[in-house]
């Protein structure tokens, strides 16, 4: 599949406007949000924190049967289903009173995060698109990287003008009108008439009801014994942990080596526009040169990018170029991540069951996420920012060395069968 066709394809552009209004209306729900609900609930700000901190626990934890599902061809009702679900659940924080409610809403929209964002939706194209499934994954982040840009001044309007509230039941809204007929659609085996989708579909029961089951171990255990799994799990867990643990005390960070409040500001808010730059620059890379960009080396290159950022910030003077320097290299790699993860996990362990093993990889990446503002939080407090700096350069320079070593353990085994 060239890259016109997957510009053409309707199925990849619902997806990617379903990633983006999901995104936008579930998970960056907090930042615009969190002092609305202190002020609302009293609360603190880290007792509110917590919340997402359990919800991508949850998210870790079902992961793994989000990608089963997706593997049994569930994907379109996983993914319909989960985003309806949010829905709900998000209706319903507008109701509660008390923390415990609180974190238990939360726990169960993570389940929802397991089927509805990223993950499901790459292991989705992977299975569809195979080798091609690159393209329409860096096509679905090119939109979806907009989602905190649309989340934000939109719950911010409504907070300012009505309520918190009102912002919830505006995207309910829109998730259940425009952003689950869309991923119903855009999960669809292929773009055709409502009789040849009936069929289809009753062709697959069939052969669901008559092909023999593959048992959970048998598909998973062969791929946690190898040494690859383990070097690709801890190269792909890197990421995250840095990026939680500069995400969350950014602005500290920034105003630690000499910028004012509003200039840490500005500069923060230059990450996420480099996040979509970076993957507006490998798509038309891919494109102009008709060259497929080894993952492997795109990864230890951001990874390198990353530990550049630290330790300039570090060593600089503070200086307007030195921070510029720091938003870029690290904007950057955090866009390309979420493209690099999938792509990558099928260059080394394989594309067959690719739903469980990409979930089953991608524990450690959710995990760290979740627990890296409380371990940067704790470095800042018992040491400094700086700290916080050379931890995160040392985590990149960990994730060069694991995904160097997957090199050398394909190597040994080339021929492996490890799916």
Known sequence: ???????????????????????????????????RWNDHFGWSISEISLGLTFALVASAITSVLAGRLIDKGWSKLLMTGSSLFAVILMLLLTQIT????????????????????YDPCFSHLTREFDKDAKKAIIMVTLFAGFASTISYPTYSFFSDNYSWEAGIYFFSILICLFTAPLFWYGTSSKDSGFKERWFSYKANQFEKST?????????????IKTPVFWALFAGL??????????????????????TSKNQALIFASF??????????????????????????????????????????????????????????????????????KPVLTAELLGRSNFGVVASTVGIGSILSFALSPAIAGVIADKWSYDSVLMTTFSISLIGIVSLLLTFKFKDKNPDFDYI
């Open 98 to 117: 008390e923390l415990w409610q609180f974190y238990l809403l939360w726990i169960l929209t993570g389940v929802t995060f397991a089927g509805c964002l």
């Open 237 to 258: 867990a890197s990421f995250p942990i840095n990026q939680g643990m500069l995400g969350s005390q950014i602005f500290p960070i920034l105003e630690s080596v000499g």
């Open 271 to 340: 990450i996420g526009p480099m996040q979509v730059v970076a993957r507006l620059i490998l798509f038309v890379s891919e494109s102009t040169l008709s060259k497929n960009i080894s993952m492997v080396h795109a990864a230890i290159f951001c990874l390198s990018c990353l530990a550049i950022s630290s330790l300039i910030l570090v060593l600089g003077t503070g200086s307007t170029l030195t921070i510029l320097i720091f938003v870029v290299l690290q904007g950057g790699p955090q866009g390309i991540v979420s493209i690099i």
């Open 1 to 35: 599949m060239n890259t016109r066709e997957i510009w053409t394809d309707s199925r990849i552009w619902a997806l990617a406007l379903a990633e983006t209004t999901i995104w936008a209306g579930i998970f960056y729900v907090f930042p615009p949000l969190i002092l």
């Open 211 to 223: 092909t023999p089951k593959t048992p959970f171990s048998s598909t998973i255990v062969p791929v």
